[in-house]
């Protein structure tokens, strides 16, 4: 499956166990192919750079930067237009849904209820972690 996993699942599969996390083992064995874009990359790293999340990886004993490293290594970048009308009331949604579409992924995964009431974008189902979990699971029996 290729997907989009928004910035915020990102950071919870750094920082946390749960689907987030399960969905970054996936990834890893190769089950799951996540896709983003230039733009979304420097978002996650702006955002993980913020004083609450140094705190977080200190506690968890993680380096900030080469957790970054390792997950950039399992993204395929692509290069996403913008959408030619916005479809979402936050810009940075929309540019999830621009990636979606320029990767021709599967699923868009996201725990933001912004994105999640759409269901699905352009024939893109937009999906929670736990949902692509039961997704990938059944795939395999």
């Not at 689907?19 to 790293?45: D, F, I, K, Y």
């Not at 080469?66 to 913008?82: G, M």
């Not at 009308?85 to 868009?108: F, G, K, M, W, Y």
Request: include cysteine; proline fraction near 6%; glycine fraction near 4%.
């Amino acid at each position: 499956m290729r997907a989009i996993v928004d910035t915020n699942l990102l950071i919870a599969a750094l920082l946390w166990r749960g689907p987030p996390h399960r969905l970054l083992e996936q990834a890893r064995s190769g089950t799951l192919t996540l896709v983003s874009s230039p733009a979304l990359l420097a978002e996650l790293q702006d955002v993980l750079a913020r004083e609450k999340f140094r705190a977080i990886f200190a506690r968890a004993g993680l380096a900030r930067e080469q957790a970054f490293e390792q997950l950039q290594q399992l993204i395929v970048l692509v290069e996403a237009p913008p959408l030619a009308v916005p479809v979402c009331r936050d810009p940075d949604d929309d540019q999830v849904l621009a990636v979606a579409r320029a990767a021709h992924a599967d699923s868009i995964i996201t725990g933001d209820h912004d994105l999640l009431t759409l269901g699905a974008f352009q024939g893109i189902p937009i999906r929670t972690a736990r949902a692509v979990l039961d997704l990938l699971t059944a795939a395999t029996r």
